[in-house]
């Protein structure tokens, strides 16, 4: 049974930062990709950044390039979201994700790669 956990969501005003963790449990980051996705109102769920290869390998969406970074910590199988210069177009709830296949870095930003989810945790970004 795989179980992915997230936290660390909450308000924040524009430029400021939030940390997002992801605590798997079932499927080991080690092996399998892990990703963020986010969706906010109306729209529809897109990526963010995915992790594969102990962290070898990284993907970021173009939103979130330069501000964004993933990371992840083996021993814990957590991987995090460091997002910072947060905008107001960052608000969403945000998923994790993981991977369906193992030792792989293709094709990280789609998401029918994944195939366990996290329940969601909301970003809110005041201007």
């Known amino acids: 049974q795989v179980q992915l956990v997230e936290s660390g969501g909450g308000l924040v005003q524009t430029g400021g930062s939030l940390r997002l963790s992801c605590a798997a449990s079932?499927?080991?980051?080690?092996?399998?990709?892990m990703a963020w996705f986010r969706q906010a109102p109306g729209k529809e769920r897109e990526f963010v950044a995915a992790?594969?290869?102990?962290?070898?390998?990284?993907s970021y969406a173009d939103s979130g390039k330069g501000r964004f970074i993933i990371s992840g910590d083996n021993a814990k199988d957590t991987v995090y979201l460091q997002m910072n210069n947060l905008k107001p177009e960052d608000t969403a709830v945000y998923y994790c994700?993981?991977?369906?296949?193992?030792?792989?870095?293709?094709?990280?930003?789609?998401?029918?790669?994944?195939?366990?989810w996290g329940q969601g945790t909301q970003v809110t970004v005041s201007s």
């Open positions: 994700a993981a991977g369906k296949r193992p030792f792989t870095s293709q094709a990280l930003g789609r998401m029918s790669e994944y195939d366990y």
């Open positions: 079932g499927r080991t980051f080690s092996t399998y990709p």
């Open positions: 992790i594969a290869w102990s962290g070898l390998v990284t």
